[in-house]
């Protein structure tokens, strides 16, 4: 076998693989002025099959792909529908799913499987055949079973074809099942900390969980939107920024929209834009609260018949005295302090005349629907954002009622697709999404109370084996990117890693052995609509347009392949193929759901949409009708602004000194702020966000986005100009946990005093460290928000240089 060294193979191998495989892949960027020469299309039988963009932006958006002699020639989107009409309006592909052609012919496509030659980390692996790969995965994984247990296995969280439902990580969750279990996850990076905390205001109980649905922004007279972004994180057909838009402008709503960032969400589509810190939005709810209170423009009706804590009366009595949401806010509770307007506009950096504005704007408007983004909650004191800001329709009733929403994200109507079932995990315990990495190096100290393990109060081992399918949360979207290599570069510590996936990506270069995924476009599924599409669901077909390129395979027939070893391929198989579940899974859904269409039928017609029923769009609508026999899911039955369920967890939890939790939503001053004495040596907080030129890290490889996108950072012209910075220059972003080096943008579109920088682009450090890549991850803090333990990787303080 030859070895091979991952840089020489990019710029060598891959091309040349390009140049006799992928006329189409290899075409010349459009955004060149001069081009290189058209290569001549391929002759002969000619195909166009339905497919769907299947990453984790929260939508889902049908492609049209035709295909020449077993070659994508170009891709196309939904072509069918009436735009006239919501739900029947065309599922049009934004750039990135319309870009995937490039992805399938790029060339750092994982052609075979390989195993690690160097040092972890190096990207230097050696060819070897599938039979191998399967050897050395079951001898290393029989050892980690044998030697330390399940719970010694992990597989790690990942959204790289998060619309699977037939494929990808469920297959090795429903293998390692099989085996006896493995240490899961619960929780994500998206969303975790509002995902965790709101609960403990509204109860877990649909439709409580979720906002009202976007449609209900048409009945509203004013529209509050706090670090909410649709029209960059879900900006296709598919997604929430097409039913937002049309909502939006049936009534033409007033609309103020709260974010560091002046984002394409707003463009002229907004009213107002209010500029605020980040990591401070709790602090100007309560500036707001203390208008409303003051100026009688609480619902005072509402507050006693459906709510507990607000002030006295329904004070639980567990409570201390003044610990109630009004004694907080008028500065007669522990701290002292009144929530003043002035107070509040210190820590934000918004006047205190717009905060009295602001609040009277949310005080008198009937009805109001406030919602908010998940960036915000991405902070180191995120669940108490999450917190706060619900708490402005519960101060004025916006609650229930048509044209409200409770202050979370909008609803969902999603429709469940067919899906492989994993069957149970033996192995009760499990960790966070953002705790992985600790249960590597200090399982040891990890408890239910320190470190947030659910179904077991200990880790009895520590991560020896991972299992990464479709992620790259291994080495570019956790966080504190230079200590995670230090962690798994330690091979005492992780002793085996697996890496599935198309690409070579940052995470990749960190496998024992890479395992190469077929593409979306070379494989058959039927998917739903994503998590974050509105009130429409839909089903789309997949269909396999080509064939699987080089030697790669599908993760279920890995899986079934590894079943063998394990003596297991009868119960993980079934007796079916991956086709052969695909069928007899949708044709159980069938039997449920007779109004869908046949497989064959979805096949030639594409999505199949299902449009939401009028009834149950508007959240808590039942609880405000009849309090009594619709409680939501809390202690109380009822909205607990003050939460007995948190009382006590402050009590008991072993918290990381300087965390805090409180049973009442309020701000906290939290590592990596701007009053953080870090400040001093790192003045600049990073706003970060998802841009259109990726989702999360997938797409990042496509040079047509990365010529349509800018990706470098973002700095107002005051800050730029103590610095002596003019777009385009070059510059170093640092702290004390690493180096950035990327172009810049000077611009009014983001505050003085933060700099913005989109997430995802993939690690690539030099000798030295220091990352040429842009991955804001460089930069971010492995340390786990107080409540959640989830991830604070928003809070960022950096300064920034010229090079």
Request: proline fraction near 6%; charge should be negative; charged fraction near 25%.
């Amino acid at each position: 076998m030859d070895d091979t060294d991952f840089s020489k193979m990019r710029r060598r191998t891959f091309m040349k693989w390009g140049a006799a495989v992928g006329g189409a892949a290899m075409a010349p960027l459009p955004f060149k002025t001069v081009a290189a020469e058209e290569p001549e299309p391929p002759v002969g039988d000619t195909n166009t099959a339905w497919s769907a963009c299947m990453v984790n932006c929260g939508s889902r958006c049908a492609l049209r792909v035709h295909t020449q002699d077993g070659v994508i020639t170009q891709i196309e989107t939904d072509n069918r529908g009436d735009d006239s009409e919501f739900g029947q309006h065309q599922i049009r592909a934004c750039l990135r799913g319309r870009s995937i052609k490039h992805r399938v012919y790029s060339p750092d496509r994982l052609k075979y499987p390989m195993k690690r030659i160097g040092k972890r980390g190096e990207g230097r692996f050696q060819r070897i055949s599938w039979d191998e790969a399967f050897d050395l995965m079951a001898d290393k994984l029989k050892y980690t079973l044998k030697e330390y247990g399940n719970d010694a296995v992990h597989i790690t969280y990942g959204s790289g074809t998060q619309g699977l439902r037939t494929d990808g990580k469920d297959c090795f969750k429903r293998l390692m099942n099989l085996m006896g279990g493995f240490l899961d996850y619960y929780g994500n990076y998206s969303w975790g900390q509002i995902q965790f905390a709101l609960p403990f205001t509204y109860g877990n109980t649909k439709p409580s969980a979720y906002g009202s649905y976007t449609t209900e922004i048409e009945n509203a007279e004013l529209l509050v939107m706090f670090g909410y972004n649709p029209a960059e994180t879900r900006m296709s057909g598919g997604g929430e920024i097409h039913e937002h838009i049309n909502a939006q402008r049936k009534r033409n709503v007033r609309t103020i929209i709260i974010d560091p960032r002046y984002t394409d969400t707003m463009l002229g589509k907004e009213d107002e834009w209010i500029p605020i810190r980040p990591g401070t939005d709790a602090a100007l709810v309560e500036g707001i609260a203390h208008v409303l209170i003051t100026e009688n423009l609480v619902d005072q009706d509402f507050l006693d018949k459906y709510c507990q804590g607000f002030d006295e009366k329904t004070l639980p009595d567990s409570a201390p005295e003044n610990g109630h949401y009004k004694a907080h806010i008028l500065g007669h509770g522990p701290d002292g302090i009144e929530k003043t307007p002035q107070w509040a506009s210190k820590i934000t950096g918004i006047s205190a005349k717009k905060i009295i504005q602001l609040a009277r704007e949310i005080g008198t408007a009937k009805p109001c629907f406030i919602t908010q983004g998940t960036g915000i909650q991405r902070q180191s004191n995120g669940e108490q954002t999450s917190r706060a800001i619900v708490m402005l329709p519960i101060l004025t009733g916006n609650i229930g009622l048509a044209g409200t929403n409770t202050g979370d994200m909008p609803a969902n109507y999603g429709y469940p697709a067919p899906r492989l079932p994993v069957g149970s995990n033996p192995i009760s315990t499990r960790v966070t999404f953002f705790k992985w990495v600790d249960a590597i190096w200090r399982h040891h100290e990890m408890t239910d109370k320190s470190d947030g393990l659910q179904g077991g109060d200990k880790l009895e081992n520590p991560i020896k084996f991972i299992i990464s399918c479709a992620s790259n949360v291994l080495m570019n979207q956790h966080a504190g990117l230079n200590r995670q290599a230090e962690i798994l570069g330690d091979e005492s510590l992780c002793e085996f890693i697996v890496v599935c996936d198309n690409h070579m990506t940052a995470s990749a270069r960190w496998a024992d052995l890479l395992l190469p995924d077929v593409t979306t476009l070379e494989n058959t599924e039927v998917s739903s609509d994503g998590y974050s599409s509105g009130s429409m669901a839909a089903l789309f077909p997949l269909e396999r347009v080509i064939e699987p390129l080089f030697e790669t395979k599908s993760v279920y027939e890995m899986c079934a392949e590894l079943s063998k070893r394990f003596g297991l391929h009868e119960q993980f198989t079934e007796g079916r193929t991956h086709d052969e579940w695909l069928e007899f899974l949708y044709s159980e859904r069938m039997k449920q759901d007779p109004a869908i269409p046949s497989l064959a039928d979805l096949r030639k017609q594409g999505p199949y949409r299902i449009v939401a029923p009028k009834e149950g769009r508007i959240a808590l609508e039942d609880f405000r009708k009849d309090p009594v026999a619709n409680p939501v899911g809390t202690p109380s039955g009822r909205i607990e602004i003050y939460s007995t369920k948190l009382e006590t967890i402050a009590k008991e939890w072993d918290l990381v000194e300087g965390d805090i939790v409180t049973p009442l939503p309020q701000y906290v001053v939290s590592w990596d702020s701007h009053l953080d004495p870090r400040a001093k040596d790192f003045p600049l907080q990073i706003a970060g966000y998802h841009t259109k030129g990726r989702t999360h890290s997938t797409y990042h490889n496509i040079p047509w986005l990365r010529e349509a996108v800018f990706d470098g950072l973002w700095i107002n012209p005051i800050d730029a100009n103590k610095r002596g910075l003019q777009s385009g220059d070059h510059v170093k972003i640092w702290n004390d946990r690493g180096e950035i080096r990327m172009a810049v943008k000077v611009t009014p579109r983001i505050m003085p005093g933060v700099v913005g920088l989109g997430q995802g682009a993939w690690y690539s450090p030099d000798k030295n460290g220091v990352d040429l890549g842009g991955c804001v991850n460089t930069l971010t803090n492995q340390r786990a928000t107080p409540l959640s333990k989830g991830n604070g990787q928003h809070s960022i303080l950096v300064e920034v240089a010229k090079v």
